[in-house]
């Protein structure tokens, strides 16, 4: 081949590798569950390589010389480069070319130029670019192999760094880990200890150890009296390293879901390593604020009897120390009876979704437990802002209303935004969801996605379904469960936004339920 095309290709695979990049990052540089996602969407290059294969087949038949198909060849990658989309700029989540992305990235196209020369030296044929080509989103994993050992390094001196900065500045460390609810419960926490003394709360849904250790390091200061660490799970053992970071003081365990079934395959792992937390805190001679409900699970109930004193329930029923009665959704928010330490309370708060007042229970629960006076706490509770893409209620100009819970999605989320959904309609406007469903279920997925799409029957009148083909079981069952309800499929979530722009009246009400990242959504034209 012509040095024209290999040069084209050089500057090919510098796009496509940033492409591939994009999902990489997404995929939190996991080369597994990246290698699964190129098999389960098919994401490997189809132009290029077609072209490239009736080029050489042509060859093959008519003889044809070689440069009148170098030229061909040159074009054709050239044209493709061109229209190949930055994801930098172009994106839901755009690409952040971090360092560790730009080292990755270029070890990927230094071993990519290196298959290409080799290619060129040795066995220049078509069949052999080809096989170059679709050797470009593999050269990001071998990348991150190889600079595994540095990567471990880079991060073993920043985790140093800030739990060493920990352990001299001593604030009061709160973990909080659950299925979900636990970003709210953060949210809220932060707002009443905030009111009172000066927090640092994890940003957003940051909960890994390198973008906590970040948080530390840049953030932290000798005046604040309260840490509040939001801790993922991502295996098990993983939350356990968390601790190791930054030993929790007191811990809040909010739920336990299927959120995280497609990562852990049962409930019961999910609990253990969930309690990695309630763990570390009991062996610190901390107190654990728990949802009741999730002593359910036979490992919580056992761990729970070894460690009552150091547990503060929260729940419903009478053996749990803060004890939440009824639960009333207005069009201003919530409201909740609630007893804690013998009184009664009535908390109120601007925030939407009856499961907010467990939120909010464990959040004033463990307020109380760090000394915050009860008054004080729902003085601080009545002022707490709404949580952006949270069930967050918006009005808009034109008189419609948007319900956002955009962010993600679980099971008690989903049907509590559409009990929302339903108050907030007025007499003539239409309750409109737009959902893609939920994700990482694993093998509930279909179960749950019929649950939810019979909710849905019964609170919404028009279903936006985006990306109907994941999620065609919720999408029969609102057709069963109500049978004169309108069903628009979108293929993407800018799809639903332009249907709406051109059909939504005044009046109507609207609940954006879940929006996909790129790697759900973006279909890669490769």
């Known amino acids: 081949m012509t040095v024209l095309f290999l040069a084209i290709l050089l500057v090919f695979a510098l796009r496509r590798e940033m492409t591939y990049l994009h999902i990489f990052q997404q995929e939190e540089y996991d080369g597994r569950r990246f290698v699964r996602w190129i098999v389960t969407r098919l994401a490997v290059d189809k132009r290029a390589t077609a072209i490239l294969l009736i080029l050489w087949i042509v060859q093959r038949l008519w003889h044809l010389a070689a440069m009148p198909v170098d030229w061909g060849a040159s074009i054709a990658l050239a044209v493709l480069t061109a229209i190949e989309t930055d994801p930098r700029k172009k994106a839901k989540k755009p690409l952040a070319m971090t360092p560790r992305a730009n080292r990755t990235y270029s070890l990927a196209l230094a071993l990519f130029?290196?298959?290409?020369?080799?290619?060129?030296v040795f066995a220049a044929r078509l069949p052999l670019w080809i096989a170059a080509i679709q050797f470009i989103p593999f050269t990001l994993v071998l990348a991150n192999l190889i600079l595994q050992?540095?990567?471990?390094?880079?991060?073993?001196?920043?985790?140093?760094?800030?739990h060493e900065k920990l352990l001299r500045l001593k604030p009061t460390t709160i973990g909080i880990t659950g299925s979900f609810g636990k970003t709210s419960v953060k949210h809220i926490l932060s707002h009443i200890l905030g009111a009172n003394a000066p927090t640092l709360a994890t940003p957003g849904s940051v909960n890994t150890p390198m973008g906590i250790a970040r948080v530390v390091r840049e953030q932290l200061g000798t005046h604040h009296r309260f840490f509040i660490c939001e801790m993922?799970?991502?295996?098990?053992?993983?939350?356990?390293?968390l601790c190791r970071l930054a030993g929790p003081d007191l811990a809040a365990i909010?739920?336990?879901?299927?959120?995280?079934?497609?990562?852990?395959?049962?409930?019961?792992?999910?609990?253990?390593?969930?309690?990695?937390?309630?763990?570390?805190?009991?062996?610190?001679?901390?107190?654990?604020?728990?949802?009741?409900?999730?002593?359910?699970?036979?490992?919580?109930?056992?761990?729970?009897?070894?460690?009552?004193?150091?547990?503060?329930?929260?729940?419903?029923?009478?053996?749990?120390?803060?004890?939440?009665?009824?639960?009333?959704?207005?069009?201003?928010?919530?409201e909740a009876d609630v007893e804690w330490l013998g009184k009664t309370y009535c908390l109120s708060s601007h925030l939407f979704g009856r499961h907010h007042a467990l939120n909010l229970g464990i959040a004033f629960a463990v307020a109380c437990v760090l000394g915050v006076p009860a008054e004080d706490v729902l003085t601080a509770i009545k002022?707490?802002?709404?949580?952006?893409?949270?069930?967050?209620?918006?009005?808009?100009?034109?008189?419609?209303?948007?319900?956002?819970?955009?962010?993600?999605?679980?099971?008690?989320?989903?049907?509590?935004?559409?009990?929302?959904?339903d108050l907030l309609r007025n007499g003539t406007g239409r309750r409109i969801l737009v959902t893609p469903g939920m994700?990482?279920?694993?093998?509930?997925?279909?179960?749950?996605?019929?649950?939810?799409?019979?909710?849905?029957?019964?609170?919404?009148?028009?279903?936006?379904?985006?990306?109907?083909?994941?999620?065609?079981?919720?999408?029969?069952?609102?057709?069963?469960?109500?049978?004169?309800?309108?069903?628009?499929?979108?293929a993407t979530f800018a799809q639903a936004q332009e249907w709406m722009r051109r059909n939504l009246?005044?009046?109507?009400?609207?609940?954006?339920?879940?929006?996909?990242?790129?790697?759900y959504e973006r279909k890669l034209r490769l």
């Open 505 to 519: 009246k005044p009046a109507d009400v609207v609940l954006l339920e879940n929006d996909l990242p790129d790697l």
């Open 439 to 490: 994700v990482e279920l694993g093998a509930v997925h279909d179960e749950e996605h019929r649950k939810a799409g019979l909710e849905a029957g019964k609170f919404a009148d028009v279903l936006l379904a985006v990306l109907p083909g994941r999620i065609g079981t919720l999408i029969r069952a609102f057709k069963e469960a109500n049978p004169q309800g309108e069903v628009v499929e979108c």
């Open 113 to 120: 130029v290196a298959a290409a020369v080799a290619v060129a």
């Open 232 to 241: 993922g799970a991502y295996g098990p053992g993983s939350i356990a390293r």
């Open 149 to 162: 050992p540095f990567e471990a390094r880079v991060q073993k001196r920043f985790w140093n760094e800030a």
């Open 254 to 334: 909010t739920a336990i879901g299927p959120a995280h079934y497609e990562r852990f395959k049962s409930l019961e792992a999910v609990v253990r390593t969930k309690f990695e937390l309630a763990s570390a805190t009991v062996d610190r001679g901390g107190k654990v604020v728990l949802n009741e409900e999730i002593l359910q699970f036979a490992y919580a109930r056992e761990f729970y009897e070894q460690h009552k004193e150091q547990f503060v329930l929260v729940g419903a029923s009478p053996r749990c120390h803060f004890r939440i009665g009824e639960t009333r959704q207005t069009a201003e928010g919530i």
């Open 383 to 421: 002022s707490a802002p709404q949580i952006a893409h949270r069930l967050e209620v918006k009005h808009e100009p034109g008189g419609q209303i948007v319900i956002d819970d955009a962010y993600n999605s679980n099971p008690t989320g989903f049907a509590n935004g559409l009990q929302i959904l």
